[in-house]
């Protein structure tokens, strides 16, 4: 993976390395483009709506071998097929030997589920069975890793994001993490990424593309990192906001004798979230004046394009387009609520609705479970 060479610039503000491929940004965010310019189709997959699989709320999507994975707000892990249709459950909510507190994170394998608990690991089969348990506990004075995410590591064992809800100070005199590698005990190997202020949260943190493990970025930091399969961790991309970017250091004022301080971030580009890669592009979702954008970026034409679901000049003949949770194949995905198809439908035009056939969609009771609509990103 390269960029020609004269796409390259000086090293910018947060940069940590030169030879990273820098993705500009358009400052003006007004200069929104039009769907078309970047998907060639939009389909749509309604989950279908039964008592024991209600949904208000998706937290966390996955597909693998054509079945949808989906982490809701009721702490289940649901099992959809393509067309819509419920399967089943994995595991269950409790205080049991074989089900979980939470779900904080999963890991699809090839023969089983992982499911990140509090302080646990929970193994199932693929149908549901409960296999395994692992216990951890890296909740201490010394490391205090309350693990939010996780995924395998190439070098053996596991990365966990600790994330930094639980510190007091973030300035103690021993060195925390936001990352830690772990081995197949789960003990600690190594930590990653210095914990200086808070991390943001994500719906994916760890994204797998080819051979390497993306990290979804964390607050303020606008490098994208991979872990490679020797278990490097280097930056991937350099993504250069500008003038909207966050320049100073962001300072956590966590002391008794020392009062708060605050600043308006809301004009900055502070936090990057649902990091995504194919072949030709790259999708970023980012907020900036109360706003939010996703900018695609295709690596063929290297050309960035921005869309917001916030535009006010949306066309009649243009769907919202309102973000990325996943990567289907060459397609975008994400869930949004019946009651959201219900407003698009009010405000395109009846030509746009009979090319998306889509018309349907006007007898669906706004509170059925959410639709996921897959956008083709073009050639």
Known sequence: MSFPAEKKQKKGYGQTNNNVPIINIPEDLTHISHLDSVFSTVTFIPLETKDECLISHIFTVKIVDSLIYINNNRQQLLVFGMDGKFKYQIGAKGEGPQEFLEINDFIINKNNIELLDFKKIQTYSLTGKHLDSKHFDLLNDTTYCNAEHFCHSPLGGYYFWGGTSGPNNYNTGQTRYMMYHVDDK??????????????????????????????????????????????????????????????????????????????????????????????KWLHLSFSCNNKSYSALFNKNAQKCYLLSAANLLLKKDELRFWGAYEVYQDQLVFPIDASWMQIELDRISPEYINKLNIGHFKNMDEFNNPILVFYKLKE
């Not at 990424?193 to 949260?201: A, C, K, Q, S, V």
């Not at 300072?251 to 004009?267: A, G, I």
């Open 186 to 279: 789960l003990n600690i190997i190594k930590g990653y990424f210095p914990i200086e202020h808070g991390t943001g949260t994500v719906h994916n943190r760890f994204i797998s593309y080819k051979d390497t493990i993306i990290i979804d970025p964390y607050l303020k930091e606008y490098n994208i990192y991979q872990i490679d399969n020797k278990g490097e961790i280097i930056p991937r991309y350099f993504f250069n906001f500008g003038k909207n970017a966050y320049t100073e250091k962001l300072l956590v004022n966590r002391h008794k004798d020392r009062p708060e301080t605050y600043t308006d971030f809301s004009q900055y580009v502070l936090n990057c979230e649902d990091f995504h890669e194919t072949e």
